[in-house]
């Protein structure tokens, strides 16, 4: 069965410090990762995703994420946070079932 | 741009009580899905729908649950004699394509709080 890790339950960062939220997956096959963002009272919505091809994803609004094979991990990043990246940020997976499973999400709270 | 639109956004129950969620999917979406997170947890899938019948669920989706899309728009999801375990945000989404390939869009949850 696939499952998803995310390791980082809460950050606190200053705005234009870098950010690194880790994704750790587990399963065997082909997969396909995604990550959602969810900002204050609205809705999950989709940050990036990787299918194939490039391994390094870029998303909207700075974001990045790179598909590492080999440590079964998917970390989102962004250069230099905003005070509007305040969010929950989740992370998931599909490989051996077509329905996306989540993480429990990272909430991140960025300082003015 | 379309949404997903849920309600209610908040509904209060006493234990034992019947509650049924409302969901608008998008309107050219042909795939459905519930999901709950209960506080502090991780997003779960609940179930899938398409062309009018469940395509996948989850163990949590026992015979306490139940889904049906009544009139062409909405999508329901039906808890039947609700206990305290079942407090928890659950979103809808919906997809043009099945959720392996395409995009999922989220409605912004109901929070069910039960008594």
């Known amino acids: 069965a696939q499952s998803v890790s995310q390791h980082n339950h809460h950050v606190i960062l200053s705005e234009a410090a870098s950010l690194e939220l880790g994704c750790n997956y587990s399963?065997?096959?082909?997969?396909?990762l995604f990550w959602y963002v969810q900002y204050p009272g609205q809705h999950l919505q989709l940050l990036l995703k990787y299918f194939s091809g490039d391994p390094l994803v870029k998303g909207i609004k700075g974001f990045e994420a790179e598909f590492i094979k080999s440590k079964f991990s998917f970390n989102l990043r962004k250069p230099s946070v905003q005070w509007s990246d305040t969010a929950e940020y989740f992370c998931?997976?599909?490989?051996?079932?077509?329905?996306?499973?989540f993480g429990r999400g990272t909430s991140l709270i960025v300082h003015p | 741009e379309p949404e997903v639109t849920q309600t209610p956004s908040h509904q209060v129950t006493q234990m034992g009580q019947e509650v049924i969620l409302r969901c608008v999917p998008i309107s050219n979406h042909l795939y459905f899905y519930w999901y709950r997170q209960i506080l502090g947890q991780k997003v779960e899938f609940l179930v899938s729908?398409?062309?009018?019948?469940?395509?996948?669920k989850s163990e949590i989706f026992d015979d306490q649950f139940s889904v049906e899309r009544p009139d062409g728009s909405n999508f329901t999801l039906k808890i039947r004699s609700t206990k305290l375990e079942d407090s928890a945000m659950y979103f809808c989404?919906?997809?043009?394509?099945?959720?392996?390939?395409?995009?999922?869009?989220f409605g912004e949850g109901s929070r069910l709080t039960v008594l």
């Open positions: 729908f398409y062309n009018n019948e469940i395509s996948e």
């Open positions: 998931a997976v599909n490989g051996g079932s077509y329905i996306p499973t």
């Open positions: 399963y065997g096959g082909t997969v396909n």
């Open positions: 989404a919906s997809s043009e394509q099945g959720a392996g390939t395409g995009e999922l869009f």
